[in-house]
């Protein structure tokens, strides 16, 4: 019996897909629920899971792109599992875990498992790094390691000997590759250039002393980690920075619909995190009820699933405020593009040591340059500049952020 595989819809307004790759031959045998294909939404990636167990018939060819509920398999549920092959997870699972004797330890080498030269010409992960730096490909390298693998010393050696030319492998030539838009990414793109043309978008700057910010870090970081078990970053204290200004400028938090504006009181932040199919934003739920190891440990996930396109539609949608960070990438000063139908977007930069004036003296302290993009629509200049203010207010002295707005004195007071 062949059982036809449909695509399933990724979520609302979704109408087409691309089939982004086939993890599985055609003609293979396939376990239920074993995930044989990526698909490629304008939104996220998703996967095929098999729905039954049996022979695939790959009807679509990779990069075709098809509509929801369209056939691109068959799996003919008639077929048997090839010799060798559990037909049951539990099976495969035994076979795996069960040690072999202690003789087959001994007697089979690594050649020999996998065919001679099984790893010959495939480097070790601190032999690759240094490849990737210094534009040496595996061709220029003689792997000595085990079956032929290229290590470190591999690599230094045939630096010391004047390869590598500072060149990615496949320069040099006169060479071309084309390769086609993903979904996604062709997406992203009609949704940059809708913002520049139907925004009245509008950037401003301001520059923060993060001295206090990172003594507080340092001394708490540890014992943060070993209590939470996750580590204390910046973008928790940013993401709490802005979720407190949020609420002294809702305009920042709203959005226009048609001709009305939409005030939000919740702050849904999303965080812009970047992935090998290109820039996506996971969105934190009710940020300004979270604690920061909360924040830190959704950041995490999120960015985690996102990077292993695992990510859900319904995570990355309905978002009122985003923040980038490019200073991971060593970005000094940047004008990011708002994410709509959101009004703001702010971007964080690298931290560097800079000369400024401190009560009259030039002291050197690690700054930062913070940005806020807006449509000037529904944001005045008064509540953009205003609201970055608040932000660099609350990165600067963390205790007022951290006690609501309140300084000291005024908790003392209030006991």
């Keep these: ?147 032929g693998r290229i290590t470190k010393g591999d690599v230094l050696e045939a630096l010391s000997s004047g390869t590598g030319n500072n060149l990615p492998e496949g320069w040099g030539g006169r060479e071309q590759e084309r390769q086609k838009l993903s979904s996604l990414r062709r997406k992203l793109a009609q949704r940059l250039v809708a913002v520049k043309n139907e925004t009245a978008m509008l950037t401003t700057f301001n520059e923060v002393d993060m001295s206090r910010l990172m003594d507080l870090r340092k001394k708490y970081k540890d014992r943060f980690e070993k209590t939470h078990g996750v580590k204390l970053g910046f973008m928790s204290f940013f993401t709490k920075a802005v979720t407190e200004a949020l609420k002294n400028f809702p305009n920042v938090n709203a959005m226009i619909d048609g001709e009305e504006i939409i005030y939000h009181r919740y702050a849904d932040v999303g965080i812009a995190v970047s992935t090998p199919k290109g820039l996506m934003v996971p969105v934190l739920r009710n940020a300004e009820q979270m604690s920061l190891a909360d924040i830190e440990r959704n950041i995490g996930t999120l960015a985690g699933k996102a990077r292993d396109g695992k990510i859900t539609i319904d995570e990355m949608t309905g978002g009122t405020f985003t923040i980038t960070n490019g200073g991971v990438f060593g970005s000094m000063l940047s004008t990011p593009i708002i994410n709509p139908p959101q009004s703001g977007i702010l971007g964080m930069h690298n931290i560097v040591e800079r000369p400024i004036a401190v009560n009259g003296e030039v002291v050197i302290r690690p700054v930062m340059y913070l940005a806020l993009s807006y449509d000037h629509r529904i944001i005045d200049g008064k509540d953009s500049v205003g609201f970055l203010v ?24 209030a006991l």
């Design 1 to 147: 019996m062949a059982l036809e595989m449909r695509i399933p819809s990724p979520g609302e307004s979704i109408t087409e897909v691309e089939i982004a790759s086939w993890l599985v031959e055609d003609g293979a045998y396939v376990e239920k629920d074993q995930t044989i294909a990526e698909i490629d939404s304008d939104k996220a990636t998703l996967e095929l899971n098999a729905e039954a167990a049996g022979a695939v018939k790959i009807l679509v060819e990779e990069g075709s792109t098809v509509k929801v509920g369209d056939v691109v398999c068959s799996i003919d549920t008639s077929a048997k599992a090839p010799e060798g092959k559990p037909a049951k997870k539990e099976e495969a699972k035994e076979e795996v875990t069960k040690a072999p004797p202690a003789k087959e330890i001994e007697t089979v080498s690594a050649g020999e498992k996998g065919g001679e030269g099984y790893a010959k010409g495939h480097p070790s992960v601190a032999a690759k790094k240094i490849m990737q730096e210094n534009g040496v490909s595996a061709s220029q390298v003689k792997g000595t390691g085990r079956s």
């Design 390 to 413: 608040n932000v660099k207010q609350m990165i600067e002295d963390p205790v007022r952020m951290l006690t609501g707005g309140k300084d000291t004195d005024e908790l003392l007071l």
